[in-house]
């Protein structure tokens, strides 16, 4: 459908990851005994109950070639991965918006790519907790350019 000039909306977004240190009763008969962290990888909008299903098909986390089947495809939020492991890497986090949604005239996709941390960054700054929990959450936001009308609709809508 028609492109909407001189307008822009954006969707603030979070993404990144949480890593614990496995403990033995986290551990389950299939854990490999080398790995040493569970952690979650997650794509969000920073408001909680923002739809984004009818603009995005799937999100996918392409992880590292040690993981069996590395390119995780999730349909629907939450858009997250879990696993356990005991090395740090960079996981592709991929939007695939449905067919005539886009970001608009400039850019087509969307993609980041996240250093995974299940280490803490500075234990100067950031003591390190007792769990070994971690955080690594950034910001970022989704910019539909002269968005379609259909596109414009199903952002201004409700
Ligand atoms: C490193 N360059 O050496 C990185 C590679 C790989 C992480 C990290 C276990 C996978 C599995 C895992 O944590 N891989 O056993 O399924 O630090």
């Known amino acids: 459908?028609?492109?909407?000039?001189?307008?822009?909306?954006?969707?603030?977004?979070?993404?990144?990851?949480?890593?614990?240190?496995?403990?033995?009763?986290m551990r389950k008969p299939t854990t490999?005994?080398?790995?040493?962290?569970?952690?979650?990888?997650?794509?969000?909008p920073v408001i909680?109950?923002?739809?984004?299903t009818p603009l995005i098909k799937k999100v996918t986390f392409k992880l590292h070639e040690t993981y069996e089947n590395p390119v995780r495809s999730i349909e629907k939020p939450p858009y997250q991965v879990t696993e356990s492991g005991w090395g740090e890497f960079e996981i592709i986090i991929k939007?695939?918006?449905?067919s005539?949604?886009?970001?608009?005239i400039n850019e087509k996709n969307f993609q980041i790519f996240?250093?995974?941390?299940l280490h803490p960054f500075?234990?100067?700054i950031q003591p390190p907790r007792e769990n070994g929990e971690v955080h690594s959450v950034?910001?970022?936001?989704?910019?539909?350019?002269?968005?379609?009308?259909?596109?414009?609709?199903?952002?201004?809508?409700?």
């Open 100 to 104: 005539g949604v886009d970001l608009g």
């Open 32 to 44: 490999p005994p080398d790995h040493t962290h569970q952690w979650t990888v997650f794509f969000k």
């Open 138 to 158: 950034l910001y970022d936001e989704l910019v539909f350019s002269e968005p379609t009308e259909k596109v414009f609709e199903i952002l201004t809508s409700k």
């Open 1 to 25: 459908s028609k492109r909407i000039k001189y307008v822009s909306i954006s969707v603030p977004v979070l993404y990144g990851n949480h890593a614990i240190r496995l403990t033995p009763e």
């Open 48 to 52: 909680d109950d923002f739809d984004l």
């Open 114 to 117: 996240h250093g995974l941390k």
């Open 122 to 124: 500075n234990p100067q």
């Open 95 to 98: 939007l695939h918006f449905h």
